[in-house]
């Protein structure tokens, strides 16, 4: 038996593949533990998955809106990073998983001899075009050199179909890591609906976003089902009185029931909807995220259409109506369904997280 431990922090979507890969792991009698920020604890617990808070690291919570300069000050915690090193001396690890966006943390390991695997929950060209813009100038100019950091975990685990990642680097596709996947394709519902579901984090422009597309379904002939997540207070907005409103419910439950999904380019709700056979549209909510190249893929795929989080209720209808409808949608929707559904992404990342060799210290 094997001790691992999964590095995170409170970024929504970023948890779920990290927690499916350790039920694998737990599974095949490896004992895992999380450390991440304090506000995840309730969550890990009701998981029943052992979990620490950071002591040292930064306050942070995905309930609240945040600047790119907070979420910079998070992915280059050095502190974060030394809260992991203690946490090692501690209670020693064969291996340690590091979430893809957790700069300081992998710069604390390095320099103290200690080696690192690395989750990325999303697209790797993503992040690798990410490294060489804004964001990965940011970081260096915090002391983070994102690219060197991340190709030096080993390996690189990318949690996600590998044909939809346009430019990857050196890295192991897993196929997309999802709770509760279907065993095959999912039939369409005999009567249209769409499911509405944007981010659980608290981006800047969520609030006006969620109103727009609930302006667009408003009368939309078809049953319309619509999770706001923890981030919005469902008082600031207006929702059509037959719009079935939740604050959450289980992909695995609702997918099956309609037949199109309108989202914000999420990596983790755009795998669960395609796996499901069903096409979306897309609105990112922040041009910085991976949201929009999540965008770009599924449309490059012909599984949907992308639109700016700005576009008009207007608009957003008409792209709603029109993906409603049959036509080679659907068809690329269901073949890369099959795809993700033929692909274990939790046990191959398990498999090889139990290929390593141990982590401890070098010296």
């Given at each position: 038996?094997?001790?691992i ?9 970023n ?5 499916g ?10 004992h ?22 950071f ?11 945040s ?15 030394q809260?992991?090193?203690d ?5 020693p ?27 990325e929950?999303?697209?790797?060209g993503y992040?690798?075009?990410?490294a ?6 940011l970081?260096r ?9 991340l ?7 990318a ?7 346009a ?12 709770a ?22 608290a981006?800047?422009?969520?609030v006006p976003t969620w ?11 078809a ?42 380019g ?14 979306l549209?897309?609105?990112?909510l ?12 599924v449309r ?20 709603i ?19 993700i559904?033929?692909t ?19 010296g």
């Open positions: 038996m094997s001790e431990l999964v590095v995170t922090w409170d970024g929504g979507g948890v779920p593949p990290a927690l890969i350790s039920a694998e792991l737990q599974a095949r009698g490896h895992v533990r999380f450390l991440g920020h304090r506000g995840q604890a309730a969550a890990f617990a009701e998981a029943g998955v052992p979990f620490e808070a002591s040292r690291a930064r306050r942070f919570s995905s309930d609240e809106p600047g790119t300069s907070t979420l910079m000050g998070v992915f280059a915690d050095r502190k974060m990073g809260d992991v090193v946490s090692l001396a501690r209670q690890a064969d291996v340690v998983l590091v979430d893809c966006l957790l700069f300081g943390v992998m710069d604390a390991l390095r320099r103290s001899g200690r080696e690192y695997a690395v989750l929950h999303s697209f790797d992040f690798r075009r990410a060489h813009g804004p964001l990965g100038l970081l100019l915090r002391g983070c050199r994102p690219l060197s950091l190709d030096a975990g080993h390996p690189v685990l949690a996600t179909l590998d044909e939809l990642d430019g990857a680097g050196p890295v192991e596709h897993t196929g997309p890591v999802l509760d996947p279907p065993s095959g394709a999912t039939p369409p519902p005999a009567a249209p609906a769409v499911l509405l579901s944007l981010s659980t984090f981006f800047r422009s969520l109103q727009r597309v609930l302006d667009a379904v408003d009368g939309l002939p049953r319309v089902v619509a999770t706001t997540g923890p981030a919005v207070d469902p008082a600031l907005l207006r929702i059509p009185a037959k719009v079935e409103h939740h604050r959450w419910l289980p992909h695995a439950d609702v997918l099956p029931e309609v037949s199109l999904v309108v989202g914000h999420g990596h983790a709700t755009t795998m669960a909807a395609l796996a499901h056979d069903r096409p549209v897309i609105l990112p922040d041009p910085k995220t991976d949201q929009p190249f999540v965008g770009r893929a490059a795929a012909g599984a949907g259409r992308t639109l700016s989080r700005r576009s008009s209720a207007v608009d957003i209808r008409r792209a109506e029109d993906l409603l409808g049959e036509g080679p949608h659907r068809q690329a929707a269901a073949r890369l369904g099959a795809k559904r033929a274990p992404g939790a046990a191959l990342a398990a498999d090889r997280i139990e290929a390593l060799p141990s982590a401890r210290p070098t």
